[in-house]
């Protein structure tokens, strides 16, 4: 059976960026993308984002819906791609007949509480919606056209004003990424490039322009005080790996511990740090999730 297709006339750019969420919400419901009246739960917005026409039957439908959710997903950052594949039931691992089931899952493997999970996926859902009222030459999100694939920090506290030399290397997400914004800290004040492009205040130029899957290294000096005793990272892209090198000295704390995957870096720390015997600590983090902390903290 088929379904009504978008009015005459009506245009992706004419939609409302709230009522596409407001059907996005609907679909994610039981079944998600599986539902059997799948017809019944597409609205118009829908019908006319996905260029969905009266002739197309459920397995069309289906198909539709399934690449354009896909598809916008990918431009999301990776956290959010997660959680509304898994929403929509998409994801591979989350073919749940219901909802909650879904929503339970992702707690368990984000390790999130269910509410967080669900403001998650509205969040998600929101910046679809907003990306397929933006047009189809809207490309990536801002904050998804890199990734770093690795970014090593070392950290030396033993010298009058502490140095950091730190080794980032980066991934195109689409074709055309000329400048990248790597400077996140506002007490970086006295910065050196390496290697890797011109510094044009918090953002470097690259060399040359990169096209999508290609590398880039970049390598930098910083130079300043702490504002306060800890070393994190708050990736604001995806970033696959975090490697991180502190010597403390001889001007050795009382006491090292663990931040990893936290909201907020001012919260509790987890568990101990050892020092070895040249006062150095070193840990390494592996899918650091954009918009967590990730690091040490001392006392």
């Known amino acids: ?107 368990q493997a984000l390790e999130r509480h269910d ?12 910046r679809l919606a907003e990306l397929a009222v933006a047009g189809p030459h809207s490309g990536a999100a801002e904050d998804q056209r890199w990734h770093t694939e690795e970014l090593r920090v070392t950290l030396a506290l033993d010298r009058p004003v502490p140095e950091t030399f730190m080794l980032r290397r980066i991934i195109a997400d689409v074709d055309g990424v ?24 918090r953002a470097l130029e690259l060399p040359d322009t ?29 970033c696959d790996v975090f490697d991180l090198h502190l010597r403390f000295g001889a001007d050795r704390p009382r006491d090292v511990a663990l931040i990893e995957k936290v909201p907020d870096e001012s919260v509790a720390a987890g568990p101990r740090v050892p020092l070895d015997r040249a006062g150095e600590v070193h840990v390494r983090f592996q899918q650091l999730t954009p918009g967590f902390a990730y690091g040490v903290k001392w006392a």
């Open 1 to 107: 059976m088929g379904c009504p297709g978008h009015h005459e006339g009506e245009r992706v750019e004419d939609l409302s960026a709230a009522d596409l969420a407001g059907e996005l919400k609907v679909l994610r419901k039981g079944r998600g993308i599986a539902a059997m009246r799948l017809g019944e739960r597409t609205g118009s917005a829908l019908r006319t984002a996905c260029r969905i026409s009266p002739e197309d039957d459920v397995a069309e439908l289906r198909r539709k819906l399934s690449e354009w959710l896909g598809e916008l997903a990918g431009k999301l950052p990776r956290d959010l791609c997660t959680v509304v594949l898994a929403a929509f039931a998409l994801h591979k691992d989350a073919q749940h007949p219901f909802y909650q089931e879904r929503v339970r899952w992702l707690a």
């Open 178 to 201: 000329s400048e990248v914004d790597i400077i996140a800290a506002d007490h970086f004040a006295d910065i050196e490039v390496f290697h890797g492009g011109t510094l044009a205040g």
């Open 115 to 126: 509410r967080t999970i669900r403001r998650r996926i509205d969040e998600g859902i929101a």
């Open 210 to 238: 990169l096209r999508r899957g290609e590398r880039h290294e970049i390598a930098l000096r910083l130079r300043a005080e702490l504002p306060s005793p800890q070393c994190v990272c708050v990736p604001r892209q995806p």
